[in-house]
């Protein structure tokens, strides 16, 4: 074991529950599929797909399509000389354009993000041996905590900030106002992740190109297609020019960029399910809210965070699972996260399970009224 870095040593492996024979609401997945006439013609797509050939290793038929269905604007004329337009990055999900940033720094590199936020941050700055920041929210609200968040950029002065908008796993969107400040107060790059933007009508795409050090990163896989395995950057062309640098050839197959490309051509299908989901988001917050014990948090994703009551959180977290329902629980992390479960938003009769079994699971001989007065 000794060939092996000590920071590799002392990491856990990522770990994805087995949902065998459960209804996964778990991983913040689309849950609807295609209907029979565009997975026909999907498949069409595919015949002549070139498999004995290597693909784009740049994927430009794709890039274009990204940048045509995510309007990238251009820089302003005082930008010029500096950084000459924005291009686009694609990777294997968002989380190789994580790793790809964060392999682009320095050893001596600081990385720093909210916390509770997307775990990945955390998990490859410290596979690389890099010092990693989390700078915690504020309780109850999971708001930024801005004067704390700009202290620790004068501290630490890190290379790269991670700032998920919407937050995983909290699901709000943070003030407008906070991050633009967080943008001017850092030298180094800041990175949007906009992971849940089809759920949240609310975006930083149009912000590039007003800031040399901003990017923003999106992934397909919320949308429906996490099976395909692709995610994006925009920025400045010279900070995406040194990450083609490190990116390795071939990163996306090409069956995964004729799918991607076919699929966002039929967006519209997309903007059907997402507002659906947005929709039954409502129904299943406002049912959460009315159980005793349960407080559900406003969300801008495709999952909601709810605490349970006092050191129950694994507790029902287990019971829901006996029922058939597999969900995230949060509550072993500790911290502001103590006693949170975290649920997907699936299908309207998957919601119902749902809300049965934490009813269920909620029930006991002291509280035999579930709902609040």
Known sequence: M???????????????????????????????SWPEDIKVNWLDTLKDCPLNRYPDPEGRQLTATIKRLNPIPPCPPSTKGGWEGLDVLLGNGSDEIIQLLLMAMPSTASVLAPDPGFVMYKQLSLCLGLSYHGIPLQPDSFELDLPAMLDAIEKYQPSVIFLAYPNNPTGNLFSNASITDIIKASKGLVVIDEAYAPFANA???????????????????????????????????????????????????????????????????????????????????????????????????????????????????????????????????????????????????????????????????????????
């Open 203 to 373: 975006s930083f795409i149009n912000s590039l190109g007003q800031y040399p050090n901003l990017l923003v990163m999106r992934t397909v896989s919320k949308l429906g297609l996490a099976g395909l395995r692709l995610g994006y950057l925009a920025g400045p062309q010279n900070i995406i020019e040194q990450l083609h640098k490190i990116r390795l050839p071939y990163n996306i197959n090409s069956l995964t960029q004729i799918s991607v490309n076919f699929a966002l051509s039929n967006h519209s299908l997309f903007d059907q399910q997402t507002q659906q989901i947005c929709a039954d988001r409502t129904v299943v917050f406002n049912q959460l809210n009315i159980l005793n014990g349960i407080t559900a948090y406003p969300s801008a994703a495709n999952f909601i965070l709810f605490k349970t009551p006092k050191n129950r959180g694994t507790e029902i977290f287990e019971a829901i699972k006996k029922q058939g329902v597999l969900i995230k629980n949060l509550s072993p992390q500790g911290g502001l996260l103590s006693d949170c479960l975290r649920v997907t938003l699936g299908k309207p009769e998957e919601n119902t399970a749902f809300l049965n079994a934490l009813t269920n699971s909620l029930r006991s001989s002291n509280s035999p009224n579930m709902l609040k007065t």
């Open 2 to 32: 000794s060939i092996f870095r000590k920071e590799v040593l002392a990491l856990s492996a990522y770990k994805v529950a087995d949902a065998t024979g459960l209804i996964k609401l778990d991983a913040m997945e689309n849950p609807y």
